[in-house]
């Protein structure tokens, strides 16, 4: 009997068809990095995979990418998801690809706008935790009736945080205070929807190769919704001064390297998986052995 529930819990025994097999998951910031790697794979283990970007152009790119390998298990619902608007739209497009079912969540999109405490703006303040605090308590409230349903289905809601978040970072204030309310979101769900069946645990990540941890001279940059520009990554002066200092927590770690979008999206399947069916409210480190 205890290995029945185990497996129902779990969905299949051994997995043959796919980790994620019959599920439907809203992948945020999946044009792109993290989250369009997180797609691939989800898809790859049998999901269907809606992806979610301010930027259509790559948004469709992804989703013709996935399609073209796996027929029918992407779709894409460009827009911004500080716009509340958008995020019916999105819930409402996504149950419509799941059958009236949606199980999964990933809150992966965002971006920084550094700047010293005393130097910064309220506009920096207040875009960096409508990004990553309003938007996906938003867009999990407006999909919490697919969520808050007892039919023996596994959910998952996945929040994406920094170390940061946990550490806190100098000329991150707004960045750090809203990574780290991700972390109080999910073990909050985590008590809320348990009930439910739903798991919620949060991915946070030390350096990884990304837009955001390059040096900004390479250009990289995002547009706010009210249209200003923000340069992405970091000074170049910066990452080389981290980067000789022994004491540099955020560069150095045991693996003596930054970690790939590819490892990075792979945490985030782990999670996602069975095989975590029994933790729920955790934050994993994804860090490469940081603060060791």
């Known amino acids: 009997m205890a290995q029945q529930r185990l ?56 989703a013709d990418e996935i399609c073209a390998s796996f027929p029918g298990r992407a779709i894409f619902v460009p827009g911004d998801v500080t716009d509340p608007v958008y995020l019916q739209n999105l819930v409402t497009k996504a149950g419509e690809f799941g059958q009236g079912k949606i199980h999964i969540i990933v809150n992966n999109a965002g971006f920084t706008w550094d700047g010293v405490i005393h130097k910064l703006t309220d506009k920096q303040w207040e ?30 809601i996945i929040n994406i945080s920094s170390v940061a978040g946990t550490h806190g970072n100098a000329g991150q204030a707004n960045y750090s205070l809203a990574k780290a309310g991700m972390i109080g979101l999910t073990k909050t ?73 590819a490892e990075a999206a792979g945490v985030i399947l782990a999670v996602a998986s069975p095989y975590f069916s029994y933790v729920n409210g955790q934050t994993i480190e994804a860090t490469g052995g940081m603060f060791l």
């Open 7 to 62: 497996q129902q819990i779990a969905g299949h025994g051994n997995f043959p068809r796919g980790l994620l097999e019959g599920k439907t998951a809203i992948i945020t910031g999946s044009g792109q990095g993290i989250g369009a790697e997180a797609a691939r794979l989800f898809a790859n283990e049998g999901a269907k995979v809606v992806i979610c970007d301010v930027d259509s152009k790559k948004s469709s790119a992804v």
């Open 189 to 261: 769900i985590a008590k809320e929807w348990s009930q439910f069946g739903v798991r919620a645990c949060t991915v946070a990540y030390g350096r990884i190769e990304t837009r955001l941890t390059r040096a900004r001279e390479e250009g990289a940059f995002m547009v706010t919704p009210d249209g200003q520009r923000v340069a992405l990554g970091i000074p170049g002066a910066q990452l080389a001064k981290a980067s000789s200092s022994a004491k540099s927590s955020y560069v150095h770690n045991t693996l003596e390297r930054a970690g790939t979008v």
């Open 127 to 156: 875009t960096i935790i409508a990004v990553h605090n309003t938007a996906p308590f938003r867009l999990i409230r407006e999909a919490s009736p697919y969520f808050r349903v007892k039919d023996n289905d596994v959910r998952v």
